[in-house]
């Protein structure tokens, strides 16, 4: 079995360009983005805790997906930004359908 990696990068601009209620085929692909970027997601409130998470797929599609933590979702993380950890396996269910893992700030596939 052949393991890839792709480095985490935090974002310092968002990905999602705005929220959306429909699915819209352009906000969902980013491919001006590097592959395994990353963007923690705030609470709207003042504490500004992290809710999830939004990264590109590292497969290199420029597919947009989200996590959302507990206990707001269903997702696990060790809460460092900087090597962020999640202990579920990640996948996308459209487009490329890539599964992997984040690991110490690199997606392992």
């Given at each position: ?5 792709t ?13 959306i ?6 906000l969902m692909?980013?491919r ?6 990353i963007?923690f ?20 599609c420029?597919?947009?997906s ?18 962020p ?6 996948y ?17 596939w």
């Amino acid at each position: 079995m052949i393991r890839h990696t792709t480095l985490a990068v935090v974002s310092p601009e968002p990905i999602m360009r705005r929220r959306i209620a429909t699915f819209d085929h352009d906000l969902m692909f980013r491919r001006d983005l590097n592959a395994g970027n990353i963007r923690f997601v705030p609470l709207d409130d003042p504490v500004n805790e992290i809710r999830g998470m939004t990264y590109v797929c590292p497969c290199g599609c420029g597919g947009v997906s989200h996590v959302i933590f507990k206990p707001y979702g269903d997702f696990s993380w060790n809460c460092n930004v900087n090597k962020p950890t999640i202990y579920q396996i990640l996948y996308r269910y459209v487009g490329c359908k890539w599964i992997g893992e984040l690991i110490n700030g690199e997606f392992i596939w």
